[in-house]
């Protein structure tokens, strides 16, 4: 498999980004170095801090048209504790750049909400892959696969339409649902990128 194209600005297992608390809507991870005005620069005293556009942690396949017809890899992977009476949780990976998840377009989604025991840490990860050709204006979405504490949830996709990738740039985001609101609910994202395949 080759390097990664596209990886999610600042994200690793040593600084991985997180969302949760209480609410039962869904809550795309963030982009950790959105909003830098506030932390030393590494470049010197007195020099501002870099700042990336976007709130989101976002994967790209840029509309250059070299992605065309290429069967690409997404992959996503992290951690969640989850809590409260009888927890489940939703994950989604999505086409946009929202935090707010009805803002994106959903390409993949658990067809059914995970069932977990409460007070407990879980690993999780999602992979898929996605294609697609500015002739039918179609990308396709297969393959994908989630995965929490070792169980695989079978997935609900939606391909795109109206695609074209040699003019627009795709960008996508990850996101979670606790069916059960509590405020020590948290997920993390400690992976989140794309490969050719």
């Given at each position: 498999?080759s390097e ?27 982009n ?13 005293s ?12 976002t994967?790209?396949?840029?509309g ?15 951690y ?18 929202s ?9 993949a ?19 898929c ?32 339409t ?14 979670v ?5 509590d405020?020590t609910?948290?997920?993390?994202l ?8």
């Open positions: 498999m990664p194209f596209s990886v999610a600005p600042g994200i690793g297992p040593y600084t991985p980004v997180s969302v949760g608390g209480t609410g039962t809507t869904t809550k795309i991870f963030p950790l170095l959105a909003n830098t005005s506030g932390i030393p620069s590494a470049f010197g007195g020099s501002p801090a870099p700042t990336l556009p976007g709130a989101c942690a994967v790209q396949i840029r250059t048209g070299e992605y065309e017809q290429q069967a690409i890899s997404v992959s996503a992977s992290g969640l504790f989850v809590h409260g009476t009888s927890p489940t949780i939703n994950f989604l990976f999505q086409q946009g750049t935090l707010t998840s009805g803002s994106n377009t959903t390409m989604t658990l067809t059914s909400v995970q069932s977990l025991t409460t007070n407990a840490n879980y690993p999780w990860a999602f992979s892959r996605v294609q697609a050709d500015s002739v039918s204006g179609v990308m396709q979405i297969y393959s994908a696969v989630f995965v929490c504490n070792g169980v695989s949830g079978a997935c609900t996709l939606t391909d795109l109206g695609v074209n990738l040699t003019t627009t740039n795709y960008s996508f985001v990850m996101g649902t606790f069916g059960v609101s405020a609910n948290k997920a993390f400690s992976q989140f990128s794309l490969t050719v395949a």
